[in-house]
């Protein structure tokens, strides 16, 4: 019994230490879905670039770790930028459903642009972190870390958008996208500005799991489609929401994986997804009634 | 009396084909192509309604899983096992349709709950390993050397191309059935608008299930079609969210709303990724998918009726000059 209580509590502490990390990946589609009302279906795939950013500003370039942190956060966030006036700026009035399958296209193209410039090898930063042993229990030290740092990270934008007059705009513009052009918000200015964040928020969780996970170019495949479930579960576009069901759905894999493979712990991450899609169609935290 | 012509005299060329062109690799090739494009059909009888589905590739790999285990593990023929996956597989589409529209799930959180549903069947898969081989792939038991009719194994490429070619036509033959049915307009209706419809006595529910469970249904069969025919599959190759998302992209390219846009858009890909293979060999790995990747952008952004669809209606326009003078409409559906 006390074995049993040892592991179900490290699977939960496991659990919390994961949700940090989910909840910043859904932070920044969240806020691109919020604004702008597209899906990038690429997400994951901009991510999946900012590790491989890392690695080589890292192993090839000798760049230290927060340098070539920082140096990747701005670069994912200027990649976004161009998606953003390459693909979704032309595609804004079109039908929703085209703006996401335009973005799948850009994932097929960054995929494959990755395996072709980086080859399929797996590659990762050599780096040991140790790994911190309380009381019997193990946790790694590169979760803490990227829990600490998405932390931060949320934090930071929360303050950016309730304490800034751009970050007031850009929430102005998530209610009404309509309105605002008419009170003298440039809202082509807000989505670039927005499209920016999104993507550096995206190179922030890159750094973050390039720590913890080896990086080749299907990396994305593997936590993209948990992050849009994520964003779906918890009301697209509510930051709130997708917090809480960032937790909610680590929680489940992390249970479910301590119980049986890691897969079945996605099986019923998946699964819960679609019966919570029964049940409250809207979101966990739905905005409208 | 030409176009009544035409397509039987090129269906009659198609049969004769393989008996005047014997070339193995070629005739693999055409099988690839008239399997994949059975299932890009299949994918757009529900698609041209904005039912856009990202969980095709899970109806796909529970046809080509379920009859492979059902032969190797029950010795059950795939005469009868064929059958039980297509019925899986409307169940799974009916599991989870029947909410989605019941709840009104449409559009963007209809294709992220289908996501889920490719995602799902794609990790069964994997953690099943012990029974399904996970992501090392899958292979159906040979019977009496490769070549019977009671295991529907066949060694010569004839017999597949004229069996591939049965189906692909059976599936066209259904697209054009849903296109001249009553359901047809019901569905786009639906699309239009759901409110608008129902009030006008359109059973939005029950008539989207059909279509939902119908395209499921040829999904599954063109599943099982590819693992009878290949002999080996794998996660990868049948099921999840890649397969669902380049059976999207094929039909965009093809073009969506005119019956033969789903083959031309196989095609297309298929011959894309083999000359690319053939000329630069391994180092091609991803070339194909960058190729993909941009084309399916441009024609999002420039093209959204296909290669085909815009075809068609350049062609129509230009032989009947008072359908070019009406002002057209953008994204019309009308097939010439």
């Known amino acids: 019994m006390g074995i049993l209580d040892i592991y179900l509590l490290e699977a939960l502490i496991n659990g919390v230490l994961l949700g940090g990390v989910l909840a910043l990946l859904s932070l920044g589609l969240n806020l691109v879905f919020g604004v702008i009302d597209v899906v990038w279906i690429c997400y994951a795939e901009l991510i999946m670039l900012g590790m491989y950013g890392m690695y080589f500003l890292y192993t090839v370039y000798h760049a230290p770790l927060v340098v070539a942190g920082l140096a990747c956060v701005a670069a994912v966030g200027v990649l976004a930028v161009v998606l953003h006036l390459l693909v979704i700026a032309p595609l804004l009035g079109a039908a929703p459903i085209n703006q996401l399958l335009a973005t799948g296209g850009v994932l097929f193209f960054l995929q494959s642009s990755a395996t072709v410039l980086f080859g399929i090898e797996f590659k990762n930063l050599g780096l040991r972190l140790p790994v911190l042993k309380v009381s019997g229990m193990f946790i790694s030290y590169a979760r803490l870390l990227a829990f600490a740092a998405a932390l931060i990270g949320m934090v930071l934008v929360w303050l950016f958008l309730s304490r800034t007059y751009t970050g007031a705009a850009i929430r102005a513009i998530a ?21 920016a964040l999104g993507g550096g928020l995206a190179g922030l969780a890159a750094c973050l799991l390039v720590l913890q996970y080896d990086v080749h170019p299907f990396v994305g495949l593997s936590f993209g489609p948990i992050t849009f479930l994520i964003c779906v579960l918890g009301s697209l576009g509510n930051f709130a929401g997708g917090f809480v069901a960032a937790f909610v759905f680590a929680e489940i894999i992390a249970l479910g994986g301590l119980y049986s493979d890691l897969e079945w712990g996605y099986v019923l991450a998946f699964a819960f997804f679609i019966v919570m899609m029964f049940v409250r169609p809207q979101g966990l935290m739905a905005r409208r009634s | 009396m030409t176009r009544r012509l035409l397509p039987w005299l090129a269906g009659a060329a198609l049969v004769v084909l393989p008996f005047a062109y014997q070339a193995p690799y070629p005739l693999h090739i055409l099988v690839v192509i008239l399997i994949w494009s059975f299932a890009y059909t299949s994918w757009s009888v529900m698609g041209r309604f904005g039912l856009t589905s990202l969980g095709h590739g899970g109806f796909m790999g529970v046809g080509a899983y379920v009859t492979a285990l059902l032969w190797n593990k029950a010795g059950l023929s795939p005469w009868l096992g064929i059958p039980v996956a297509l019925a899986a597989s409307a169940a799974l589409a009916l599991l989870v349709a029947y909410p989605c529209f019941r709840f009104r799930i449409t559009g963007h959180y209809f294709a992220l709950v289908t996501l889920a549903l490719s995602g799902i069947v794609l990790q069964v898969i994997t953690a099943t390993r012990d029974h399904t081989g996970g992501s090392l792939g899958y292979t159906p038991e040979r019977y009496q ?40 307009y ?32 040829m999904t599954a069969l063109a599943g099982a079609l590819y693992c009878q025919y290949q002999m080996f599959i794998s996660p990868d190759t049948v099921s999840g969210i890649s ?35 053939i000329s630069f ?22 093209l959204p009726r296909g290669i085909l669809g815009s075809f068609l209606a350049l062609w129509s326009g230009r032989l009947r000059p008072t359908a070019a003078a009406r002002p057209a409409r953008a994204g019309s559906t009308e097939t010439p």
């Open chain 2, 145 to 184: 050397g490769g070549s019977s009719l009671y295991a529907i194994q066949f060694g010569s490429k004839t017999t597949w191309y004229l069996i591939a070619l049965a189906v692909w036509a059976g599936g066209l033959w259904v697209w054009r059935r849903v296109d001249r049915s009553m359901l047809r």
């Open chain 1, 175 to 195: 209610q009404d996208r309509h309105i605002m052009p008419l009170m003298g918000v440039d809202s082509r200015r807000i989505y670039v500005i927005t499209s």
């Open chain 2, 186 to 217: 019901a569905l786009e209706a639906i699309s239009e608008d759901e409110d608008a419809a129902a009030a006008t006595g359109v059973h939005v529910t029950a008539e989207k299930l059909k279509i939902t469970v119908l395209s499921a249904t």
């Open chain 2, 243 to 277: 397969v669902s998302l380049q059976m999207v992209f094929a039909v965009v390219v093809g073009g969506i709303y005119v019956s033969l846009g789903p083959t031309v858009g196989a095609v297309i890909t298929i011959l894309l990724a083999e000359i690319l293979r």
């Open chain 2, 281 to 302: 060999g391994t180092r091609a790995v991803g070339y194909d998918n960058l190729v993909y990747g941009v084309l399916l952008v441009l024609f999002i952004i420039f």
